[in-house]
């Protein structure tokens, strides 16, 4: 059975930090690129970040570059987003999903196939 599940969301005041850990399993994790995507409330799903384990290539949208940063452990199979300098706006559900090494890098949601049930984090003012 496919699993991802994600860890470490919670409440921050503004300029914190969190770590939030997704763990994969069920599926080869080498094979598959691993993303962050996060939904504000209102808001449509928005991909920030991706890894392919197999490489080490990272992604990032412009709007966590030089604040967030992907990671992963391949002996673990668990993928981490370090999120730093954190804003009232980065308040959303994150989730993690995996995708297609060959799609690593992709931000469209429906090209990933495995998903997690997210973790809420939330940065107060």
């Known amino acids: 059975e496919v699993q991802l599940v994600e860890s470490g969301g919670g409440l921050v005041q503004a300029g914190g930090s969190l770590r939030l850990s997704c763990a994969a399993s069920?599926?080869?994790?080498?094979?598959?690129?691993i993303g962050w995507f996060r939904q504000a409330p209102g808001k449509e799903r928005e991909g920030i970040s991706s890894i392919s384990p197999s490489n080490g290539n990272k992604y990032y949208r412009d709007s966590v570059r030089g604040r967030f940063s992907i990671s992963s452990d391949n002996a673990k199979n668990t993928v981490y987003l370090q999120m730093n300098s954190l804003k009232p706006e980065d308040t959303a559900v994150y989730y993690c999903a995996a995708t297609p090494a060959e799609y690593s890098g992709s931000y469209y949601a429906e090209s990933y196939d495995y998903w997690g049930q997210g973790t809420q984090v939330t940065v107060s003012s």
């Open positions: 069920g599926f080869t994790f080498d094979e598959y690129a």
